[in-house]
């Protein structure tokens, strides 16, 4: 039943944008960078060291490395949204194909090492909110009709627990686990680093923003 945790996560985030109405304003933002700092931290706290204890330096750099790529080039589809940029036309009336594929990809991955690393999955968590809320509020804008939208968000729910259920069942994965866990890591610290640098208004840092990235990262240092 943990595992089913994204989905109520996506949807949550989907039934407040529809009851509040947000902007894309601070308060987001905030919540984006306490996301990546702790998605930053879990990596290196539990999914780094679990991986290089079972298999080469080298070896697993060069899986990190792949994933680093893969998000590069998922990217280039969904245009940023795994990192809370949205740079599609809201004038459009048909279903954004790309988008929804790209960020499936991503969210399929992310439940791959769930499967045997839970502490992973709180860390997913907390990345998924802010970004659920900003893809809503672009879904929610946008032209396209209410039910393509509501079923944007309900299949893009179901995709990491979908990841962390073939990853327990499906042998041709569970052999594959370690390096399908790497290419993770590396999709993680791709996102990770881009909201916790990517320069915000003015191309600095701002104070407030400092803090709740130091406090995402303390935060994963007590837990795990």
Same mark, same amino acid.
């Given at each position: 039943m943990i595992y089913w945790l994204p989905v109520l &996560?996506?949807? /949550? =985030?989907?039934?407040? /944008?529809?009851?509040?109405?947000?902007?894309? %304003?601070? =308060?987001? &933002?905030?919540?984006l960078a306490? !996301?990546? !700092?702790f998605l930053l931290a879990t990596t290196l706290f539990e999914l780094l060291p679990s991986v290089y204890a079972v298999s080469t330096a080298k070896e697993i750099g060069l899986y990190i490395m792949l994933g680093? /790529?893969?998000? +590069?080039?998922?990217?280039?589809f969904s245009k940023g949204a795994e990192h809370g940029h949205m740079h599609f036309d809201e004038e459009k009336t048909i279903f954004p194909w790309l988008l929804f594929i790209s960020l499936s990809v991503? *969210?399929?991955?992310?439940? #791959?090492? +769930? !499967?045997? %690393?839970?502490p992973i999955l709180y860390a997913v968590i907390i990345h998924k909110l802010p970004v659920a809320l900003i893809l809503s509020i672009f879904l929610v804008s946008s032209r396209i009709h209410s039910w393509q939208a509501a079923l944007f968000m309900v299949l893009f729910s179901l995709m990491t627990p979908l990841g962390t259920y073939a990853a327990q069942s499906s042998p041709g994965i569970e052999i594959y686990y #370690?390096?399908? &866990? *790497? #290419?993770v890591i590396g999709v993680f610290l791709h996102i990770s680093t881009v909201i916790l640098f990517e320069s915000s208004k003015g191309h600095s840092f701002n104070l407030r923003k400092l803090l709740v990235i130091l406090l995402g990262l303390f935060a994963a240092y007590l837990i795990f």
């Open positions: &996560t996506v949807l /949550v =985030g989907y039934f407040l /944008v529809l009851w509040l109405k947000p902007k894309k %304003n601070l =308060g987001i &933002t905030l919540l306490f !996301s990546g !700092s680093i /790529v893969l998000q +590069i080039f998922l990217e280039f991503h *969210a399929f991955l992310e439940g #791959v090492p +769930i !499967s045997e %690393n839970e #370690v390096p399908l &866990t *790497a #290419v």
